[in-house]
Structure formats: C-alpha cells, structure tokens
C-alpha cells in the first residue's frame, strides 16, 4: 500500500511550519499571551497546509542527513523570527512614546507587571500599546503580517536564508526611526508638559513660600491624564500613518533576507 505522500513532502511541509509558528510567536498581536498557544499551533498548520501546495517542489532542498535538515529548521527558525521581530518595530515606537511620557509627568513611578510581555510597564504605556493594537486591528494590520508571511516564500526560499550587512543596517536605520516616531507620537504631551513646568518655575519665582513640589506633582498627573484623553484621536492618527510608512518598508526588509 504506498501512501499519498512522500518523506520530501513531510520535509517541505515541516519546513514552512517552522517558519510560520516562529514567525506567529512573535508578530504583533499574536505574540500575545491573550492568544492561546493551541489557537497559534492551529493557524500556524493551517496556513502552512494552504502554503505548501502552492510553492514549487523542485526549489525545495532535500536534506541527506540529520543534521542537514535541522540545519535547514535553524535557518526557518531565525527566518521566522526576523521577519516577527520587524513588524514590532512600530510598536517599540509606542513603547519609547509611554515611557517618555511615563517618566516627564512621573507616572513611571508606578509601574506594574504587563501580562503581555510579563515586565514592568507603567500606566501610560500599557494604555499607549492597547491603542495602537486598536489602530492595527481596525486597519487590518493583522492581515498584512499574515500576507507578508505568505509572500516570503516566494521572495526567501526554503533555506535561502542569507545574512549579510546589508540586514544590520537596515536594524540600525529602523532602530533610530523607531526612537523619532516614538518621540513624534509624545510631541503632543512632552510640550505640554514642559509649558506645565515653566508655569510651575515661574509660580516659583511669584510665591519662593509655596511649595511646588507637592503641588506640582497632582497637577502634572492630571494635565497628563487630561491631555491623553484629548490627543488620544491625535496619536491614533499619527500612529496609522506611522504604520502605513512601516508597511511599506517590510517587502524591503524580505528582500534583505534573501540577500
């Protein structure tokens, strides 16, 4: 009785899973513990049983031993996880932005644990990053992840992974990309902040008897809520079009990994 598949077929199919799941454990939104692991391991199958179909057989290397197919997984894995690793690019932005803010108006005092990321993150931040899942979700960001995955294949071969220069400079570039739009996204607050700290010196030097400290930390805290709320349509906004400039630079990146 010979069976409706082959060991090559198994080895192609293992391969772009491997790829998928990494690429899933870490993609935004994804990553989430909110997302069971099953519901991943399911997506993750599911896409690599549409996937493997489609992509030509003969492109596949077939791995002689052991150690060259798990050579081959390594080479998925990392490809996976670098293509994950670029779609949170503009959310680390989100994070620089709360964190700025977080520490201007002293909100960063109090932190708590994250059960996203399970690290300390204090209010603001965690606030930031559930806006800009919202802005992602409604933009269907989720989707354009999942496409980009789909079109690696085509552009990055099974194990024609290749890393080279060219992949370090582009994370040197997105990386300080990412500290400006982070800096652009706490525009709004980190300059009425300072405005609320030039009105406090200058109460300073009208009244040297009251005490500024105990008055200026309740009314930093309520500025910065206040203002969160009014510039919440303006972040999203800047957000969207953040996200839309990071959309277009990704198909770059897959290139870079093909070499």
């Known amino acids: 009785m010979t069976l409706p598949f082959d060991i090559a077929s198994i080895e192609h199919f293992m391969l772009v899973f491997i790829r998928i799941s990494a690429a899933l454990a870490v993609l ?10 099953t519901v991943k391991a399911c997506l993750a199958i599911a896409m690599a049983l549409l996937i493997t ?28 996880l670098l293509m994950g690793f ?38 603001l ?37 290749s890393l080279d220069g060219k992949l370090a400079e582009w994370s040197i570039i997105q990386a300080g990309e990412m500290l400006a739009r982070g800096i652009q996204l706490a525009a709004p607050m980190m300059v009425t902040l300072f405005l609320t700290d030039v009105a406090l010196g200058i109460l300073t030097r009208v009244a040297p008897t009251m005490n500024v400290f105990v008055l200026g930390f309740p009314l930093k805290v309520g500025i910065t809520l206040m203002f969160t709320a009014l510039t919440t349509s303006t972040v999203a906004a800047i957000f969207s079009e953040q996200y839309a400039e990071s959309a277009r630079e990704l198909p770059m990146f897959i290139k870079l990994l093909a070499g």
């Open 28 to 37: 935004p939104v994804f990553r989430h513990r909110s997302v069971p692991a």
């Open 53 to 80: 179909p489609a992509l030509p057989q003969p492109t596949v290397p077939i791995s002689g031993t052991i150690w060259d197919y798990a050579r081959l997984g390594m080479a998925e894995t990392v490809c996976g």
């Open 86 to 123: 670029a779609g949170q690019f503009i959310f680390y932005s989100v994070e620089v932005c709360g964190r700025i803010i977080g520490l201007q108006s002293g909100l960063s005092i109090v932190s708590t644990i994250d059960p996203n990321s399970e690290q300390q993150s204090d209010v």
């Open 125 to 161: 931040t965690q606030i930031y990053e559930m806006l800009a899942i919202l802005v992602f979700l409604s933009l269907d960001g989720h989707l354009m992840m999942l496409s980009a995955l789909r079109a690696s294949f085509d552009t990055v071969g099974i194990g024609g992974l």
